[in-house]
């Protein structure tokens, strides 16, 4: 058997895309050994946690790629490590984070909050650091979904976000349901609510982040106006219904993004058909495919659905809303869309000016 040369293997992966940034991991730094020899290929590679739900895909076709390119190696194997790339400061609130998404919808009641803490989920369970900003100040329901409640302590000045143990960082959570009495209305007014959302995206002890994902209240603009005041927003997804009136709806919504200049990250249809349990019989409830087509139309990614399941229902009102994760009717459909999301995220990257190269390892 011809023994594959490590000059040519260490060539092929320098070329291999990072799937945070989109350029190769022999510029970035990101390849920690290679061995070729008359027993196999055996790589390391480095990637980061803001890549984490990627990182099985990325290394199958990683090995896919040298098996191609090198048939008569034996076998392929590639490790993946943790790769460390510190997060900037964003905005006047200093926010650590590398993505800041914010999920919203034009029409009330659609799942935004239910698709928000599950997209959060997703990627903590994958290994990525997130945190969930509930920017609902009017009606909070994310401590609901999460079954967390009780009053963030205050430390070295700095409000102590709730944790969720979902993933191997605990993901930090705040709400302004921690912080008013159930039950007790609030009247913001905009200076106020203003002041509100960018006090709890500035004194929450936060922690650096890979993701922030924010859960908008349905509809106005002011939320979103603020929010990309006071730091740069990666993207919102928009979350609809397939019902006409609910993509008309989203239509207004992500007209509202636009005119703040807030990029669309995609479009998730929830509750878009229901499977009957009895018979696996699916029915179209709402329609379908509706949301898909405003996507298209509106050119704008379609990210995924989410059928309508009684589970997902309860699971939220039990505030175990990660059980969606495993549960094997419903979690295809959240990964599908934490993928698609991630993935589109690094095209994103990859299309910006290239970052300053390190020197090769
Ligand atoms: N796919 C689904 N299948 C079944 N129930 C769902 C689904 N998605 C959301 N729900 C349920 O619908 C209700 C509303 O969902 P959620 O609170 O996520 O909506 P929302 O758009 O955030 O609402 P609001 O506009 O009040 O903020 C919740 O009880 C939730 O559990
Ligand atoms: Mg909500």
């Not at 058909?273 to 495919?289: A, E, M, V």
Request: proline fraction near 9%; include cysteine; glycine fraction near 12%.
């Amino acid at each position: 058997m011809k023994v594959p040369d490590t000059a040519a293997v260490t060539a092929l992966v320098a070329e291999f895309a990072d799937p945070e940034t989109g350029r190769g991991l022999g510029p970035m730094g990101q390849i920690r050994s290679v061995a070729a020899g008359p027993d196999g290929i055996a790589v390391t590679i480095a990637l980061t946690s803001h890549s984490a739900l990627l990182w099985p895909a990325t290394r199958a076709r990683l090995e896919e790629r040298l098996r191609t390119a090198f048939p008569s190696a034996g076998p392929v194997v590639v490790t993946v490590q943790t790769h460390e790339r510190a997060p900037g400061k964003l905005g006047q609130v200093g926010l650590e984070a590398k993505s800041v998404i914010a999920v919203g919808s034009g029409k009330g009641g659609v799942g935004k909050s239910t698709v928000a803490v599950s997209i959060a989920i997703g990627l903590a369970r994958a290994g990525s650091r997130v945190g969930i900003l509930d920017a609902d100040v009017y009606g909070p329901s994310v401590p609901h979904l999460v079954g967390l409640s009780g009053r963030p302590q205050i430390d070295g000045g700095r409000i102590q976000p709730l944790h969720l143990e979902v993933g191997p960082h605990p993901l930090p959570v705040m709400s302004m349901g921690f912080l008013v009495p159930p039950g007790e209305a609030v009247v913001w007014r905009g200076p106020m609510l203003h002041g509100a959302i960018a006090q709890m995206l500035r004194d929450t002890a936060w922690g650096p982040l890979d993701y922030l994902v924010i859960d908008m209240p349905p509809g106005t603009g002011d939320i979103a106006l603020s929010l990309s005041q006071v730091l740069p927003l990666t993207g919102a997804v928009v979350v609809c219904t397939p019902q006409d009136v609910a993509l008309l709806d989203a239509t207004k919504a992500i007209a509202m993004f636009r005119k703040v200049q807030i990029p669309l990250l995609g479009m998730v249809e929830n509750m878009s058909f229901f499977l009957c349990p009895g018979c696996g019989k699916r029915y179209d409830i709402f329609g379908s495919g509706g949301a898909r087509r405003t996507a298209a139309d509106l050119d704008i990614p379609f990210l995924g659905e989410v059928p309508l399941q009684m589970a997902i229902r309860e699971h939220g009102d039990a505030g175990r809303t990660a059980a969606n994760y495993d549960d094997d009717a419903s979690r295809p459909f959240f990964t599908a869309i934490c993928e698609r999301l991630v993935g589109n995220l690094a095209a994103a990257h990859a299309a910006r000016p290239p970052l300053p190269s390190l020197p090769v390892l």
